[in-house]
């Protein structure tokens, strides 16, 4: 009984967080078309500012690989959650596409740095564990995506505005998330010369 708490304990944090993810993704899938129509964009225009995040992504994820070397993954990825929660809401202000661009690459940089994060976690808690729970994480990630994208149609259909719907998005992701990563434990900042004859290391 006591093992099993232990592995919940560990996994449950993780589990939120990836959950929580998905759910910033789906919220903003679902109300994309009320971006679109409050700025007027045509196909191609929505396409090139949807780049937008996978810029940020990919521009973020070396730069937190880099950053885990000496913080734990707590503190970066409750750092990426306030992308994630600031961001969304700003696209319902914005008043071009290059602005609309702009505020979904720092989304994007936020789901980066968070989903580098917490895979480090999750592979951490699989080591720990010795078996195999990745694809339970994962699978919390899907689940928050159907979850974001069910609430975000249910509130598009109810006439709640995107801007409602990202800030409420944007209170779970902090709470839920912040709080959860808080318990991170099993992933540890690498320590530099730790190996080394009396070295006492250098975080």
């Known amino acids: 009984m006591a093992d099993r708490w232990a592995s919940l304990a560990a996994r449950a944090p993780v589990t939120i967080v990836f959950g ?29 500012t949807l780049l937008g995040p996978a810029l940020g992504s990919v521009l973020a994820m070396p730069v937190a690989g880099a950053i885990l070397a000496t913080v734990p993954p ?14 969304l809401p700003l ?8 602005q609309l661009f702009a505020v979904l690459a720092g989304w994007g ?16 808690v699989q080591d720990r564990l010795g078996r ?21 149609g249910i509130a598009a259909a109810s006439g709640v505005t995107a801007r409602a719907d990202f800030i409420a998005a944007g209170v779970v992701v902090l709470l839920a998330g912040g709080i959860s990563a808080q318990l991170f434990s099993a992933a540890q900042p690498v320590v530099l010369g730790a190996d080394l004859p009396g070295g006492d290391g250098v975080r």
């Open 20 to 48: 929580v993810l998905g759910l910033s993704s789906g919220t903003w899938a679902a109300r994309i078309p009320a971006i679109k129509t409050a700025l007027g964009l045509s196909p191609g225009v929505l396409g090139l």
């Open 74 to 87: 707590r503190r970066v990825v409750q750092c990426g959650l306030l992308f994630l929660a600031g961001m």
């Open 91 to 98: 696209t319902t202000v914005v008043s071009s596409p290059w």
């Open 109 to 124: 940089a936020g789901l980066g740095v968070v989903d580098v994060g917490i895979n480090m976690e999750g592979a951490a």
């Open 132 to 152: 195999r729970t990745m694809s339970g994480f994962h699978a919390a990630y899907s689940v928050g995506g159907l979850v974001g994208a069910g609430l975000g």
